[in-house]
């Protein structure tokens, strides 16, 4: 069971190559804030900068376009979403990589880093890649208590 969410990050991205270690940056933080065993944690993010990198080299023609990397943390698991509207792809279709090769490996290593794999090809183009992360170690976590911040048009959420 994955228990309740502790935290989600959203970030909506340019497809441009800079936005991968923005993301890259942005998760370190997070795993490093929230004690996340080190080597998991590197696990994690070299998963997101092979998917982020993915999107990047093959989900559009050109630049100029978006992606959407989601981020959600558990008590025991990290989940990553990487989801683009570009040209999307069949799993199945790809081939091993070549041992030859320098590239065309990262959803190969992103699959063996990750306990759960899925990628989907989204009805309207594009694709879906979630990867699910066991943490050897509970993240402990006590979401702040609800206060109001003094905006008076952004109604606090749970309350």
């Known amino acids: ?10 970030l909506d991205l340019s497809d441009e190559a800079q936005s991968v270690p923005i ?4 998760l370190r933080f997070l795993l490093q804030s929230l004690s996340v065993n080190g080597d998991r944690a590197a696990d ?22 978006r992606y959407r990397v989601a981020v959600e943390f558990y008590a025991h ?9 570009g040209r999307g792809f069949v799993r199945t ?29 989204l009805p309207g183009g594009g694709c879906c890649l979630e990867a699910e992360f066991a943490l050897p170690t509970r993240i402990e976590f006590e ?3 609800l206060e109001d911040d003094g905006c008076p048009g952004m109604p606090i959420l749970g309350r």
Do not use: K
Request: charged share 25%; with cysteine; glycine share 10%.
């Open 77 to 85: 698991r990290v989940r990553l979403r990487i989801r683009d509207e």
């Open 1 to 10: 069971m994955t228990g309740p969410l502790l935290m989600r990050l959203v």
């Open 23 to 26: 993301c890259r940056g942005t």
């Open 44 to 65: 994690i993010e070299l998963a997101l900068s092979e998917a982020t990198g993915n999107v990047i080299r093959h989900a559009y023609p050109e630049h100029g376009n």
């Open 93 to 121: 279709a790809l081939s091993e990589p070549d041992p030859e090769s320098l590239g065309g490996r990262g959803l190969w290593i992103i699959e063996r880093l990750a306990d759960a794999v899925a990628i989907s090809t």
């Open 143 to 145: 979401p702040p208590p």
